[in-house]
């Protein structure tokens, strides 16, 4: 049985809430040294963009994603959530983050944040479909219109094998991270599929301070052909 039937199977007619900080913690709560993981399919709202995450348009882009997650959480109070709706504790928010110009960069000279290019997702239960996700949509532009809604799709999304790390500390110090990440590649044989890595946010950077700050820092890899 897969994670998300039996993330069902164990919350259907359950009057316990879903967290996922203790109940999928292979995925959420790593340690701060790298591990390699398999990571199934999910589901997810996303939207993409480019630019500075510093600058003032990125927390529109957060805020239709919470607007269309906590519309789903609280969709049983409306009257319209699925049959085999569960209660559960609303996904943190993840980024997928490239460059838009690759030639711009350089190791050696701190990284240029208007040259970035973003793929932000908040992962969704299992009973969310494709309809119910829309009629979500259509709701919340009704009742919080924003131009940015037009641009979340929802998404099904599988990683398969990676390595991940837990990262302490501000944004601007993952390059040591990713140094210890990529190490452990090569002690474990393991190829970087990509430049190309996930960040999911485990504190909020508007109420913790920069070295307190928990970010899970995750990239694709493959086993190389013998």
Known sequence: ????????????????????????????????????????????????????????????????LYSLSYGVRMSHKQGIAPPDYFEYTVYPLEGVWDLIDKSKYDPNRPLDKNNLKFKLMIRQPDFVTP????????????????????????????????????HLGSYDDEPQTFSVMEQYCQEKKLIRASKVHREIYLSDARKTAPEKMKTILRFKVSVPEH
């Open 131 to 166: 309809d119910f996700a829309r009629q979500i949509r259509e709701r919340t532009e009704k009742k919080k219109p924003h131009q940015l809604l037009t641009s979340v799709k929802f998404e099904k999304i599988e990683e398969g094998l990676c390595v991940q790390m837990l």
């Open 1 to 64: 049985m897969d994670v998300a039937k039996s993330l069902i199977k164990s919350q259907v007619g359950s009057s316990m809430k879903h967290e996922w900080k203790k109940e999928e913690k292979q995925y959420y709560a790593p340690k701060n040294r790298p591990e390699s993981l398999r990571v199934p399919e999910f589901k997810f709202f996303t939207i993409e963009g480019e630019g500075n995450p510093n600058d003032p348009f990125f927390s529109d882009y957060i805020g239709v």
